[in-house]
């Protein structure tokens, strides 16, 4: 397959979203990676590449992909072996209409930039920014966690027992809601399909923790 690119950061859980998917599609990565902390995702270099200045960027033979839902969905196409999305439309749009809460829902309001903004533009302090992160969590995952409990599409994973694509996008948020003390006890289905994702050595290659880059 072609040479492929992972512009990311180990902490990033749109980057883990995407690690995950290329670890279930069994496709071979480089990574080259950005420590946002330092900036170095705003640097003209990485800019050439995504004027957005963010992380998950794919570079496939010097092409550039951004966005991570984007991504993931490419890699779907490219790949048909180990499909992530269902064929049939209703189970396809089930499946991404969950991944598509979190993704839209909880990240754009729960991400780095956000909580930055709440503190260095709003005078939040850290206490009050935590309570932000912790009620749009909550918030989601008693809707998710209803959903998943009771439909019976739902099995072993999101849908079914094989993960896909909607497994991509819920682990990396429960690994987030774990950063920051979320209470997590009221929502035995997710943290159910939490513990069967992390059993797999997909899942577990792509914790944050085990990237080149963790510190």
């Not at 963010?54 to 550039?64: A, K």
């Not at 890699?75 to 064929?87: A, G």
């Not at 429960?174 to 513990?195: H, K, V």
């Not at 069967?196 to 290659?205: G, P, Q, R, S, W």
Request: net charge negative.
């Amino acid at each position: 397959m072609s040479n492929i690119i992972l512009h990311g950061f180990w902490r990033s859980s749109a980057s883990y979203r995407v690690r995950i998917a290329l670890n279930l599609k069994a496709i071979s990565y480089q990574q080259e990676n950005y420590s946002l902390g330092k900036g170095e995702h705003k640097t003209d270099e990485f800019l050439s590449k995504n004027p957005q200045g963010l992380v998950p960027t794919l570079e496939i033979d010097g092409t550039i992909i951004p966005q991570s839902l984007t991504i993931i969905e490419y890699l779907d196409h490219i790949k048909q072996e180990n499909r992530l999305l269902p064929l049939e439309p209703l189970e396809r749009a089930r499946v991404q209409s969950i991944a598509y809460a979190i993704a839209c829902e909880v990240h754009p309001l729960n991400n780095l930039r956000v909580l930055q903004y709440l503190k260095n533009e709003f005078g939040q302090n850290q206490d009050a920014v935590n309570e932000w992160y912790r009620h749009w969590v909550s918030e989601e995952f008693t809707a998710l966690e209803k959903k998943l409990s009771t439909e019976a599409e739902t099995g072993l994973f999101c849908h079914g027992d094989k993960p896909g694509f909607a497994d991509c996008f819920l682990i990396p948020q429960i690994y987030n809601a774990q950063r920051f003390d979320c209470d997590l006890s009221g929502f035995p289905t997710i943290m159910r399909i939490n513990e069967a994702c992390l059993n797999m050595d997909a899942f577990k290659d792509a914790v944050p923790e085990a990237q080149p880059d963790a510190v």
